[in-house]
């Protein structure tokens, strides 16, 4: 059995006794769930609370039958949770607007998996179609921690990247200045724990077992994180057409981007280029063209392997990025940014290394 | 585009001319859409009815995406399907309660997958808890067309068994005699089709996915329908354990039988027996023993393979026994019956090779 | 058990007694396996041979569970085979390319399911690799039925198309006057029984299971196929970017293309398109924009679904196409292809709805 | 890039200062490659050697896309492995009869995952048909780490259990006393892995997909190791049914075992018999009764899930006991001995938390 973390004083960066008191809001999605799955054997945060409103009171283990030992989901307490040393909001945008505000006001670190504070304000506003009510502190520090790590360690509230949008930069970036803009084609395939944990019609098993089907084209709002990331941390390679699929499989998220190259741009080049960007990277592996990632050679990690080919015939690159959609995707990448927000080991608690088979 | 048969008087059985109008109701269920994927390419029988009371007015291609072009479910109309030449029940059976006695009274054919009418009144009334509100009419015939095909050529009413029932008697009864009361120990696994169309949370793509795990045990109402199945057609052997389980496949039930032997009963005479049993029958194939049949070989068909093993270190045998849960385990037996019903030729429309691989 | 057609003089198209006798050579691979679970239940063709040189001897049952009671393979015959009324080729192209002469010059119907003679000599030789030996008679009568029917009904033999061509083109064919040239991109992913029934590393059920990985980009043999049908079926669109996937399902294969639409194309036009193409096809079904088709929709059966939407930010079109590989890409395509040389109606024997769930 | 522990000499059971140096044997299958997933994040074991004769030379990741990085296996070097601190044998048996006794000689402790040394010599030489070549030194520790940790504490050679019998005896051996010798039947269901990365016909992936078939029965040589568990940890209950399955999934393992209560067992003992052997264990998870464990909620981690349900009508417990094959089965139960044998933490670099969903 788990035992929740006592209520103490918030410990400040750099102290040396005790663990960090953390919590974990919107426990009860998938997200939530897999970071408290992390987070019970890391060796320097406690889970002080495992909070979902919708699911106050239901059992963890009724949802999530790998989390055994770990009680009841508590309603959200703002006091509370202010009072830790971070807080991991796992919830639907609409919850981090209202909670967001009340956090950074009472200086709590803050890590966001919403896509409330990822992309600016104009940008959320077109691709989710309602305002930002909180226009002045969007966008947040964007938790790409690979790209953004300084910026990572000295912010207070981390927007942590979408699953999509992760495997795509990862493995566009190193590329930005060799693609030419407006040739950008993302066909993305994800499992179907990124649709979440509530049941639904087109979620539910035998109806999509065995099946893959396109969904979302073309106007899923990741496109817009895509293009809001490729221009603030690579450059402005015009709108990209994102077209993504559901797998058949729980977990695992690859990202196939096809891009023309730029003029007199070799294959050589562009290894050189994904090789540059990760060689020091722990979490990051490059594998030599022609050798493809498997999605769950990361599962259940926080790794993400790329490859890239060219075709000559084409003047094309075809970009090959997988992640754990849980993983890299969603919990992974927020305990990797939480570490750096605590100047800890980067890799504290995680693993590139999937369980596969 | 699936065109609905007109309405027209009903046919007479051994009418020479037209099709057989048949109807579907409950048809927005698992085993109402596979009988409607397969009567819509039999020679001899036209749906005339597509019902659904829950889902009257929604396509039927949201709910089934194999099945575009058949319009929208219908609401239940009773005398519309009281004038057909023969009603498929795919209904809970609360539902079959309504129904059958109006079909009986206006002498229409019925074939009920629910499982109003397949056992003894007080079996019924022990599993289900509730009582029988028809006792005069129950049971009715027990359609496990291979053992009762004569009754079944009878019939008004015929009760089309469940599917773990199916595929648990089709491996025991030939072997009644060799088996010691007491011992029979069903240990069974289905795809999750078995638990029907609708979301739940523990029927969520992501939560399954990859996973098996039992349920039910060891009250599933299907023990019931399994003694009162062997006690009727074959020999009373007691109690039955049994412990079903979900596999997380969509399609494909798996009944694997521990049983002992009767003192003296030799491995010969239990390969005898079956083969015996079957070596006539078109959709029933014996498999040598240590042949053990995949689900998937009958994927999709109104197949069912069985094989015997027998341990003379315990003198018990294990008869393994597959068939798809929604073919011969539900939609596959009903169009079987109703072929024999109609004296058609009983495999019309069916096959028993399974989509395999 | 199933009984081979008892040797007879070959009947000419059109004798109304009898059924057509027909062989199966390289019946131990899953294109022809399919052929002998499709042909066994059709209504006009016995199954006269099943050959197979590798594992003559071996059961039929050995390597594919769901055909039980077939007997075994038998070794290529070829003046057996020369007798019978068609022969299916599953083999290599290299079988194909020493049986198709033998056959053509026995007067001897052959749809051929290898790539021997799909294509022009000159891209054969560019994407394979090696010199064609029977220059003169490639490429063959293309038979991707609904475009080429007329000249299917007419030849001797038939090149029955590549799995990934025939989603692709059936997808893109209606469109190709609206597409941009030197733009098209297509993300196919397939189920694993396209690669074949011999076991292989890559293979492996434990190493594949609950993963993606594409492979073979950028220089994929059916890249060639996919041109050259689109010259010779449509229009020239240019050099075709094309890149597979493994799916960790056994059967299904979906088409995602990317094109930029030429200027000042709708949306509107993109639909009529398809529509107006396939509105009398009983093999293809055309979604409405925004309703994507599942690979499992199809599985099974000869029926292909198509999608298609535009994204009017990026000017490109997204079309989704799936077939079930073995069925329309394969085995079921071969038949229709039969059908129609026999003089048959087009979809004797089978359906164009999958098994789903 | 792992780099692997240089040579140095061997530490000494508790010695202060540096990692202990372990190596691999046989790390070309899954169970060492498992292994070597676990101890790349091992806080106290640094592995020196990577070994698998037949696959010398050829990297690791591409036999496991997860372990990029991981360089080649190299040969087997009897000298350099028996100057580790440890040393696993994840090798068949014929290999660790070679191997044990030259690490024995060399005091070399070992972590054996073959079934060389498992149980006593009669039972070697009956299940596995073949004189046991050391016998003096058969049986060794058997490391069913719940049940023998103090024996494990102080041995030199321990005999890691067998994925079936793990989650057999764990489930059964808290209730030997309250069920009745003679009735035990086992019927188990295990992922592919647990068949090792061998391709082969039988588990080529599209044969598999889908389906789940039994194999086996009633001879497979972890019957003989079960029972002998019983009889040596618990009490001898007499002949064992055991009959195992594949699943259609990589990883996981379902023991569902089925027994006679004795006579006036309630099942609140069970339950409390259950409890009580595990309540202080941090691996092992008792569930209440009616609530059933999945096989993914201990994916990819070392944890185990029972659960028992009591047929009053039948007499009868139901045992549902669940591990990951290659984690408690295999590599997990081997790194948690490695611990005990070392003094460590038991728990260190294990979680008992699978990779849900």
Not at 327 to 339: D, I, S, V
Request: proline residues 8%; hydrophobic residues 40%; aromatic residues 6%.
């Amino acid at each position: 059995m788990y035992v929740l973390a006592p209520t103490r004083p918030r410990r400040t960066r750099g102290t040396p006794i005790g663990k960090h008191q953390v919590g974990i809001v919107g426990a009860s999605g998938y997200g939530g769930a897999e970071l408290l799955r992390l987070l019970a054997n890391h060796p320097e945060m406690d889970v002080a609370v495992v909070a979902a409103n919708r699911h106050a009171g239901q059992p963890v283990a009724e949802r999530f039958p790998n989390l055994q030992g770990f009680g009841d989901f508590a309603p959200i307490d703002v006091d509370r949770i202010a009072s830790l040393d971070m807080v991991f909001l796992a919830t639907p945008h609409e919850a981090a607007f209202e909670l967001v505000p009340q956090l950074r006001a009472a200086g709590t670190p803050v890590v966001d998996l919403s896509a409330a504070y990822r992309t600016p304000v104009d940008s959320f506003v077109t691709w989710h179609g309602v305002e930002h009510p909180d226009p002045d502190h969007a966008p947040a520090v964007y938790g790409l921690t690979e790209w953004t790590r300084q910026a990572v360690a000295s912010a207070t509230v981390v927007a942590n990247p979408g699953c999509y949008p992760t495997a795509t930069l990862l493995g566009m970036l190193p590329l930005v200045e060799l693609l030419a803009p407006g040739s950008v084609v993302v066909d993305a395939k994800s499992g179907t724990s990124g649709a979440g944990r509530a049941a639904a019609d087109h979620l539910h098993h035998p109806h999509l077992d065995g099946s893959i089907v396109a969904y979302g084209a073309p106007a899923h709002r990741h496109t817009g994180e895509i293009e809001a990331g490729l221009e603030q941390l690579g450059r402005d390679l015009g709108p990209v057409s994102f077209t993504p699929h559901l797998l058949p499989v729980a977990r695992g998220l690859l990202a196939t981007v096809h891009a023309e190259l730029e003029d007199g741009v070799e294959a050589g080049a562009v290894q050189d280029a994904l090789v540059a960007s990760y060689a020091h990277e722990q979490f990051v592996t490059v594998l030599d063209p022609g050798t493809f990632p498997h999605t769950k050679a990361v599962s259940g990690s926080n790794g993400c392997q790329v490859s890239a080919v060219v075709d000559p015939r084409t003047n094309r690159v075809v970009i090959t990025s997988v992640i754990d959609n849980l993983g890299k995707g969603a919990a992974g990448q927020a305990l990797q940014n939480a570490n750096v927000m605590f100047g800890l080991s980067e890799g504290l608690g995680l693993s590139s290394i999937g369980v596969h088979p």
